[in-house]
């Protein structure tokens, strides 16, 4: 499913420039602030103002590993790579820093509001990728923790699969959890988990 790109207004918001002192930083320091944005500068370590910043532009010339707080490709707001050398190798470790967007350097006089949409665009994008594939995950480990404990009332029972699926069901209503978290009780009961009070008593119970 596609999404619009959204239009920023970033009045007030905060850009970080990792750059060694260079002309590049002065022309998009003007950007930036005629933009609306609030801008520091700093190289080579940022320490605890790459946390606070809501953009952050990197040097993709000389920026090294461990050079950021967080794992690479794991940064907390967009990343803008600043380029000069075409060198596949930087380029490459640019990427592999994070980076959701570039800017050619030497900077002039435009170019770093579309760079500031696509970023933002791509870490939105990134983020909501994330959430889906942990959201995947879950229910994965939810649907395997029902096939374990299905088979578990099947075993206990000595009855069909239908039968525990539908004891499952029963077990969840009496419990009033849903039908994963009883499945979940019940594996950790039987892996030697705590039980809920009065889960004997529903288990033995429900259907059957």
Same mark, same amino acid.
């Given at each position: 499913?596609?999404?619009?790109?959204?239009?920023?207004?970033?009045?007030?918001? #905060?850009? =970080?420039?990792?750059? #060694?002192?260079?002309?590049?930083?002065?022309? =998009?320091?003007? %950007?930036?602030?005629?933009?609306?944005? $609030?801008?520091? &500068? =700093?190289?080579?370590?940022?320490?605890?103002? /790459?946390?606070?910043?809501?953009?952050?532009?990197?040097?993709?010339?000389?920026?090294?590993?461990? @050079?950021?707080?967080?794992?690479?490709?794991?940064?907390?707001?967009?990343?803008?790579?600043?380029?000069?050398? $075409?060198?596949?190798?930087?380029? $490459?470790?640019?990427?592999?820093?994070?980076?959701?967007? @570039?800017?050619? *350097?030497?900077?002039?006089?435009?170019?770093?509001?579309?760079?500031?949409?696509?970023?933002? /665009?791509?870490?939105? +994008?990134?983020?909501?990728? &994330?959430? $889906?594939?942990?959201?995947?995950?879950?229910?994965?480990?939810?649907? %395997?923790?029902?096939?374990? /404990?299905?088979?578990?009332?099947?075993? #206990?029972?000595?009855?069909?699969?239908?039968?525990?699926?539908? @004891? =499952? #069901? @029963?077990?969840?209503?009496?419990?009033?959890? &849903?039908?994963?978290? +009883? +499945?979940?009780?019940?594996?950790?009961? *039987?892996?030697?988990?705590?039980?809920?009070?009065?889960?004997?008593? +529903? /288990?033995?119970?429900?259907?059957?």
């Amino acid at each position: 499913m596609r999404h619009p790109i959204r239009y920023l207004n970033l009045g007030g918001a #905060r850009a =970080l420039i990792l750059h #060694r002192p260079h002309p590049t930083v002065q022309a =998009l320091s003007r %950007q930036l602030t005629a933009i609306g944005l $609030e801008v520091t &500068s =700093l190289w080579p370590d940022p320490g605890g103002a /790459a946390l606070a910043a809501d953009f952050l532009f990197f040097d993709a010339d000389m920026g090294h590993d461990g @050079q950021l707080p967080w794992r690479p490709g794991e940064a907390p707001m967009p990343m803008i790579a600043l380029i000069g050398s $075409e060198a596949p190798g930087r380029i $490459e470790w640019s990427l592999q820093a994070g980076a959701h967007a @570039q800017l050619l *350097k030497p900077v002039g006089d435009s170019g770093a509001y579309s760079a500031l949409l696509i970023a933002r /665009a791509a870490f939105d +994008a990134r983020l909501a990728l &994330s959430a $889906e594939v942990a959201d995947l995950r879950r229910r994965l480990d939810g649907r %395997q923790t029902v096939v374990r /404990a299905v088979t578990l009332l099947a075993a #206990r029972g000595q009855r069909g699969e239908d039968e525990a699926y539908a @004891q =499952l #069901r @029963q077990i969840a209503m009496a419990w009033r959890v &849903s039908f994963e978290e +009883a +499945a979940r009780r019940i594996v950790a009961r *039987k892996d030697g988990g705590t039980s809920a009070p009065g889960d004997d008593g +529903a /288990a033995e119970g429900g259907g059957g």
